[in-house]
T-cell receptor, first 116, second 111 residues
């Protein structure tokens, strides 16, 4: 009974490179969320996706960041031309439904991105 | 002003103590309240989920919500060293998709 799977667990990139973070939700969950956790800060919402659709990207930086959740395969968070300020832990969560008690979000172990 | 405020601690208690963790919030639109536990270098793990004012108990954990005061609490009875972690409060609005988190309180239970 696999939970939310994220890979890689650790990712090192040099400034200007691209980072791709992958997330496979809990089996049967069609709602995926990405959060970013900076050191000594709480998790901050970035984007919410359903299959093939971005529903809410209000927390996503306007440039360099994009996300997708294709019909087949994992959700991808892509960061282009990374800068040192992108260094953080990125967490993916999934839920069964959008509203009500079953909108419980289950989190993966995160990807820790380090930008050199 | 942050929408969710949480004392970051750190908080150290002896084994067996009762721990009280708290968060306040400013937006009355929050309807669902959660407590997550996060061990070092791990993802948040859901501990408690409530959507009404009052108390909810699960084993050694009790979650309390006071919507009139915009205040939520998590109590841990008979605390154990394995409870040492960062505790995050989170909340969401009705019909909304994203969670708003506190900064987390780091707890250490000393054997």
């Amino acid at each position: 009974n696999a939970g939310v799977m994220q890979n890689p667990r650790h990712l090192v990139r040099r400034r200007g490179q691209e980072a791709r973070l992958r997330c496979s939700p809990v089996k049967g969950h069609s709602h995926v969320y990405w959060y970013r956790q900076l050191p000594e800060e709480g998790l901050k919402f970035m984007v919410y996706l359903q299959k093939e659709n971005i529903i809410d990207e209000s927390g996503m930086p306007k440039e360099r960041f994009s996300a997708e959740f294709p019909k087949e395969g994992p959700s991808i968070l892509r960061i282009q031309q990374v800068v040192r300020g992108d260094s953080a832990a990125y967490f993916c969560a999934s839920s069964l439904t959008l509203t009500g008690p079953q909108n419980i979000q289950y989190f993966g172990a995160g990807t820790r991105l380090s930008v050199l | 002003q942050k929408e969710v405020e949480q004392d970051p601690g750190p908080l150290s208690v002896p084994e067996g103590a009762i721990v009280s963790l708290n968060c306040t919030y400013s937006n009355s639109a929050f309807q669902y309240f959660m407590w997550y536990r996060q061990y070092s270098r791990k993802g948040p793990e859901l501990l408690m989920y409530t959507y009404s004012s009052g108390n909810k108990e699960d084993g050694r954990f009790t979650a309390q919500v006071d919507k009139s005061s915009k205040y939520i609490s998590l109590f841990i009875r008979d605390s154990q060293p394995s409870d040492s972690a960062t505790y995050l409060c989170a909340m969401s609005k009705s019909g909304a998709n994203n969670l708003f988190f506190g900064t987390g309180t780091r707890l250490t239970v000393i054997p």
